[in-house]
């Protein structure tokens, strides 16, 4: 998957935010099914593990964003 980055965010690096991205899709059938602008986020959490997020709500700051996904990520864990 080709990712096109249109604009960068301010990094908050004390919280461990290593990119924060806004563009789109460039690939031939991605752009065509998803054509809407999109973030991406890639953060390093407390155990240096790097976690990457790609999502379409480029509104609330990064930090949120990431802490959104890892606790969506522990209720799949849970009922897996």
């Not at 990457?52 to 799949?76: H, K, S």
């Amino acid at each position: 998957m080709y990712f096109q980055r249109r604009c960068s965010r301010p990094l908050d690096r004390v919280n461990g935010v290593k990119c924060d991205h806004i563009g789109t899709l460039t690939g031939f059938y991605p752009s065509q099914g998803y054509p809407t602008v999109l973030c991406l986020v890639h953060i390093q959490d407390t155990e240096g593990k790097m976690l990457g997020f790609l999502t379409n709500n480029t509104d609330p700051p990064t930090r949120i964003i990431a802490d959104l996904y890892r606790c969506r990520w522990q209720v799949e864990l849970f009922f897996k």
